[in-house]
Structures are given as C-alpha cells and as structure tokens.
T-cell receptor, first 114, second 110 residues
C-alpha cells in the first residue's frame, strides 16, 4: 500500500509562470490536506478537500491559488503567476475520515521561483 | 487566531540523556495533539499523538498533555544521535487542519 504520493519532487518556475502540484492520497483515503512550509517557518494549513468538494480553504491566499480533488485522479494545487515569495515546500496529507488524527504526509514538492 | 508556541532552540542534549520538548497552544477548544519529527529536507513524520490529559508512552517517547495549562510536552529517553531533528508540535480542534508550531531544533551530542 503506497503512501501519499506527490509529484514533482522539485519544481522550478520563472516568475509569472504557473505551477501545478499533484497529490495522490493513500488508497482508500478521500480526504486531502495541503500545507505550505516557508524557509525557517512551521507548516501552514492551506486547504482541506474531499472528493469533488473544497471543505475548508481558510488558509489559501485569496488570489492566484486554487485547489481541486476530482472524482478521478490526484488532487491538484495550482499557483498562477508565481512570485518569488511562493518558493516553499508544499506538503500534502490524506486521511480516510474527517478530522485530524495525525495523518501521514507525502514527501512534498519543493517549488523554487526564479 | 490559533497559535502554537515552541522554543526554536537549538536544544542540545548529550547522547543517552532525556530530551524535553515543550509546546503551548492558545485555543482552549483544541482536542487533538501531535508531535512530528522532521529531518532537514524531508517531510514531517508523526511520532506521537495524545488526546486526553496525562502521559502517553511509546517506546522511548512520552507525550504529556495538560489541557488546563494548555501545555504539551515530548520526552525522549536515552537520546540517540539519530533523534537530532526538528520537532513540530501540532494541535487540532476538529475537522479543520492542524495548527503547527515553528518547531524545536534538537541536537543530540555524541
């Protein structure tokens, strides 16, 4: 049973480009959480999704950021018109049920904006 | 605004000694408490969870929770060099995401 899979592991984008980060939850998990970790900072909650629904996006920046978790396929975190301040590690976690029970994180995507 | 506070360290502990990591949180409604270990450049790894007041032991790790004082701690017995990492305290109030502290950098000196 594979763990939470994230790709790509590393992503380099020029300012103004779009970044797409993918997260495949563990088998049987229908709840996905995205977090961002800036250098020397703790993890910050961004968004919580269930299949085809955004449950809580209170941690998402109001502009340029969006997330989806379609019926089929991985969850996608999309960042439009990236800026240098978007450079960070983005982690995804999944859970089989609602609520935070100490879920497992994927290996993360390290985004560098140049 | 929910907050979780940790001393950033570094906390230096001799090999074989007990490492004590502390965390305070602001939201009295918090229900679930977690400790994650994160090695440099890696993802956080869950090492302990605790939901009720008191102590919870798992191998060399003991988590302690005091909801009245809004305080969570992690004790690592017989510290090993491989325990050197950043330890993140996380708190949850329910269905929302976890609120993390910035972490304590622990160094185990051989």
């Amino acid at each position: 049973n594979a763990g939470v899979m994230q790709n790509p592991r590393h992503l380099v984008r020029r300012r103004g480009q779009e970044a797409r980060l993918r997260c495949s939850p563990m088998k049987g998990h229908s709840h996905v959480y995205w977090y961002r970790q800036l250098p020397e900072e703790g993890l910050k909650f961004m968004v919580y999704l269930q299949k085809e629904n955004i449950i809580d996006e209170s941690g998402m920046p109001k502009e340029r950021f969006s997330a989806e978790f379609p019926k089929e396929g991985p969850s996608i975190l999309r960042i439009q018109q990236v800026v240098r301040g978007d450079s960070a590690a983005y982690f995804c976690a999944s859970s089989p049920w609602e609520g935070s029970y100490g879920y497992t994180f994927g290996s993360g995507t390290r985004l560098t904006v140049v | 605004q929910k907050e979780v506070e940790q001393n950033s360290g570094p906390l230096s502990v001799p090999e074989g000694a007990i490492a004590s990591l502390n965390c305070t949180y602001s939201d009295r409604g918090s229900q679930s408490f977690f400790w994650y270990r994160q090695y440099s450049g890696k993802s956080p790894e869950l090492i302990m969870s605790i939901y009720s007041n008191g102590d919870k032991e798992d191998g060399r790790f003991t988590a302690q929770l005091n909801k009245a004082s809004q305080y969570v701690s992690l004790l690592i017995r017989d510290s090993q060099p491989s325990d050197s990492a950043t330890y993140l305290c996380a708190v949850s109030g329910g269905a929302d995401g976890l609120t993390f502290g910035k972490g304590t950098h622990l160094i185990i000196q051989p």
